[in-house]
Nanobody, 127 residues
Framework: QAQLVESGGDLVQPGGSRRLSCAVA????????ITWFRQAPGQEREGVSC????????YYKDSVKGRFTISRDNAKNTVYLQMNSLKPEDTAVYYC????????????????????WGHGTPVIVSS
């Protein structure tokens, strides 16, 4: 089972930027996809952005398109989520998750596809 460790969460002002990191023990090449999810207080978990490790395709939730960018550094076994133009509604605990056994891009945002999860890192967007 993958060990995923997120970092980079913090208090950010509206309009600000933040980069989250997800360190993947054993390397991202072991998995079909690495995805960032988030869960705001009192709300359901939602998929934010996904990286298909086999072909490099990326996927985004509509509300973050143009503001968030997912990327990876293979040498560091790390997947990043660069978040720009942050809004108060982006406030949540952000989790990264990895799919090892099977994965369908049509449902990239579905949590059941992911086998391993990190413990999360909080992002608070507030003035």
């Amino acid at each position: 089972q993958a060990q995923l460790v997120e970092s980079g969460g913090d208090l950010v002002q509206p309009g600000g930027s933040r980069r989250l990191s997800c360190a993947v023990a054993g390397g991202t090449w072991n998995y079909y996809a690495i995805t960032w999810f988030r869960q705001a207080p009192g709300q359901e978990r939602e998929g934010v952005s996904c990286l298909s490790t086999t072909d490099g395709m990326t996927y985004y939730k509509d509300s973050v398109k143009g503001r968030f960018t997912i990327s990876r550094d293979n040498a560091k076994n790390t997947v990043y989520l660069q978040m720009n133009s942050l809004k108060p509604e982006d406030t949540a605990v952000y989790y990264c998750a990895a799919a090892k056994y099977q994965w369908f891009k049509s449902n990239w945002y579905a949590g059941y596809q992911y086998d391993s999860w990190g413990h999360g890192t909080p992002v608070i967007v507030s003035s």
